[in-house]
């Protein structure tokens, strides 16, 4: 006797469903409103490595198509499946993986020497980097950025008493002033840290009203911010102190304002408590970066794979003043982070 065709596609149909479900959950949470649950957040952080465990998955699931008997449900299942990974990896596509790695003499800005602001196409170059409590060891990545002509470094799980003297080590210290400095939930060691070359006539921003972990400085480019905001790590069903601390972050880039957000977000483009609450656009995603991890830089005593970490730490810029023209992702010495190095052309008609 034939089965009829509505039960030939039931077990089509529960394998495509099991698909969607699985898939929705662990590839796109936020499109189910799974925005700050415990789990769905830290899947949405890992796209890269959680897309490639999905198809692994399909690929086992293969093997069982030379079973006639599990081969309707299968073909659902992997079909379906099929289609989100494919989703998921041209997402990580689009947002690319030109990694240049560490900016060489010969690759020097081509911008105009001219300081920042003074005249139309001007450079500013900018670096964010989680240096890790405790690490003094981060002479090279300060190196790397003054080669570079950075004119901006923030610096995140830092002290000042650390900074100022690994700016004296590398003989920087007239290059770079503290322009700002907050010291997050009293411990000086993992203070968050703008330094502004001179020549940008940095002034603090009353911290009163900025964001956990937040510091700024105004200057004559436009205003520049640097954060670290909390990490998804509440024992609690829901992420709430997270959300809020990198939807008020995200909020301080505004475009029009003419302002510069960098540093730790602990989220990625995939979180809408990142994106959804800024219309400033992201400088590695820009320039063709955005799915290098900067987390973890290692597991143990080995690397991982830049194309497998999480992508949280970030510029956000106002593309009604800046143009992201270049940029690197830096390995840092002794930290569990990569620095993001990205050069802009400044639109010198719109500086106040």
């Avoid at 003499?105 to 405790?134: F, H, K, Y």
């Avoid at 670290?228 to 997270?242: E, K, L, V």
Wanted: glycine share 12%; proline share 7%; hydrophobic share 45%.
């Amino acid at each position: 006797m034939t089965p009829d065709p509505e039960t030939r596609l039931r077990p089509v149909l529960l394998g495509a469903l099991l698909a969607a479900g699985l898939g929705l959950v662990a590839l796109f949470p936020d499109a189910l409103g799974l925005r700050t649950l415990s789990g769905a957040v830290h899947l949405s952080a890992l796209r890269g490595l959680v897309t490639l465990a999905a198809l692994g998955i399909l690929l086992v699931a293969a093997g069982g198509l030379l079973s006639r008997r599990s081969r309707p449900f299968l073909t659902g299942f992997l079909g379906f499946g099929a289609v989100l990974v494919l989703a998921s990896g041209g997402i990580l596509l689009g947002r690319g993986y030109s990694d240049p790695g560490v900016p060489a003499a010969e690759t020097q800005p081509s911008a105009p020497a001219a300081a920042p602001g003074s005249a139309p196409g001007s450079r500013l170059t900018v670096l964010t980097a989680n240096v890790l409590i405790g690490n003094a060891g981060y002479e090279d990545l300060l190196r790397e950025a003054a080669a570079a002509q950075a004119d901006v470094i923030a610096l995140q799980e830092t002290s000042p008493a650390i900074v100022e003297a690994v700016l004296e080590r590398t003989g920087l210290s007239a290059e770079y002033e503290v322009a700002a400095v907050s010291i997050r939930s009293g411990v000086d060691t993992a203070a968050t840290i703008l330094l502004v070359n001179p020549v940008l006539e940095p002034e603090e921003i009353d911290g009163g009203p900025l964001p956990f972990a937040a510091v700024g400085a105004r200057t004559n480019v436009g205003d520049i911010y640097a954060v670290h905001t909390y990490a998804p790590i509440d024992r609690s069903i829901r992420q709430f102190n997270w959300w809020r601390s990198v939807s008020e972050s995200a909020k301080l880039c505004t475009t029009g304002a003419g302002t510069l957000v960098v540093g730790d977000f602990n989220a990625t483009p995939d979180h809408r408590t990142l994106t959804g609450h800024t219309d400033c656009t992201d400088a590695a995603t820009a320039l063709g970066m955005g799915a290098v991890g900067t987390w973890p830089q290692t597991v143990g005593d080995r690397e991982w794979p830049r194309g497998l970490g999480a992508a949280i730490d970030h510029q956000l810029f106002d593309p009604q003043r800046f143009t992201a023209h270049r940029g690197w992702i830096l390995d840092i010495p002794g930290s569990d982070h990569r620095g993001v190095l990205v050069e802009y052309i400044v639109d010198a008609a719109r500086v106040p």
